[in-house]
């Protein structure tokens, strides 16, 4: 397609610009999306401020941002079109974890560890755009009541699920959430889902309000384990959750927080044999501090969820069938003009913020 759209460039930390780009052109396995709905994640702030490099071979700018969202499509390339796939109008949500598809890691399964990856947003551009293309083979479907927005948290929500399969609930379970934002809140509605006994969640400065949102979607409890004038403080988690747990400690952890100190609490405050996932990325330099006797002879089990191999349609069903209620998440809406202001407002008022999303 010829022509121009409106595209936030961002160059290096704190200095993004909308500017007027081609519509980029689609080659013979590429599909072009007209953008509707981006989510904003954690990591689009940290690339933001510079904490983290983006995906380029400099890791630095100029590259679109955005890598949760959903459009309609408007050219397919060859590929597509000769298997019949999509068509101009079609309502997809992209992954934007596009793997080739002919590496031995992608011939294992392990698709999200692909030799060749590309991904909008993170190594090429992206979302926070008229405009984007995507891989054939990282677009979905979405169904005419699936709102463009709701369909903005499946790229978020792959990811939790995969962190919650790697849990390995059981009917039963006492879970603790370490992180009341967007992650920690679907979390808390998957585990009830699949048979937790009771979801505990915690948060720190700041978070007593999140705390609440996760009270509303099913947490059974919640926790600030840092702010002592808070009405949820605790000064020992370990011995709360022994209290309710008459002593077995909780069953499953999981750590939906870059807060290295939040992972270690997890390990602390569970029982025999229990399962604890590493959810949240860490920062270049945290190191793991675990008791290692209490972690060997109560046999704890840790794993680690990169990404969301495999999880993508179980993810879009969970918002289709409204096992994870996602509406009620979005915290503020802002057009592309303002995307700025929207990474800013989720890093300076962070306790008030679930999520935001940019409507294109
Ligand atoms: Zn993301
Ligand atoms: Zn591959």
Redesign the pocket.
């Known amino acids: 397609m010829e022509g121009k759209m409106r595209a936030q460039v961002f160059y290096e930390a704190e200095k993004m610009q909308m500017e007027m780009l081609p519509i980029p052109q689609v080659s013979a396995i590429d599909v072009l999306v007209k953008v509707k709905s981006v989510g904003i994640c954690g990591s689009d702030i940290s690339y933001y401020y510079g904490l983290s490099p983006v995906g380029t071979a400099t890791g630095k700018g100029p590259i679109v941002l955005g890598h949760e969202f959903t459009g309609e499509v408007v050219e397919v390339g060859s590929v597509p079109e000769m298997l019949g796939l999509f068509a101009p109008g079609d309502r997809v949500v992209v992954n934007p974890v596009q793997?080739?598809?002919?590496?031995?890691?992608?011939?294992e399964g392990k698709?999200h560890?692909?030799?060749?990856?590309s991904v909008p947003g993170v190594t090429v551009n992206g979302g926070f755009a008229q405009y984007c293309v995507s891989r054939y083979t990282g677009l979905f479907k979405i169904s005419d009541d699936m709102s463009y927005s709701a369909g903005a948290f499946t790229e978020p929500l792959a990811c939790a699920l995969n962190g919650i399969k790697k849990l390995g609930i059981e009917i039963g379970d006492f879970v603790a959430i370490f992180g009341p934002g967007s992650m920690g809140l679907m979390m808390v509605q998957m585990c009830k889902a699949l048979g937790a006994a009771k979801v505990a969640l915690m948060g720190a400065a700041g978070d007593d309000w999140r705390l609440e949102q996760g009270k509303k979607v099913g947490a059974d409890y919640i926790f600030n384990t840092v702010e002592k004038n808070s009405k949820y403080y605790t000064s020992d988690l370990k011995k709360t959750i022994s209290e309710l747990t008459k002593g077995r400690l909780a069953d499953r952890a999981i750590a939906p927080t870059s807060a290295n100190a939040a992972f270690e609490k997890a390990v602390e405050i569970v029982g025999n044999c229990a399962i604890i996932v590493h959810f949240g990325l860490p920062n270049a330099d945290d190191v793991f501090k675990i008791p290692a006797l209490s972690f060997h002879t109560m046999d704890k089990e840790i794993r680690s969820a990169w990404l969301a191999p495999l999880a993508w349609p179980a993810a879009i069903r969970s918002i289709e069938e409204g096992l994870v209620k996602v509406d009620r998440l979005i915290t503020g809406t802002y057009p592309l003009e303002d995307t700025e202001k929207a990474i800013r407002t989720l890093k300076t008022n962070p306790g008030n913020q679930i999520k935001i999303q940019i409507a294109v």
Do not use: K, S
Not at 99 to 107: E, I, R
Not at 113 to 117: E, I, M, Q, S
């Open positions: 793997n080739c598809n002919a590496c031995y890691a992608c011939a698709t560890l692909c030799a060749n990856l």
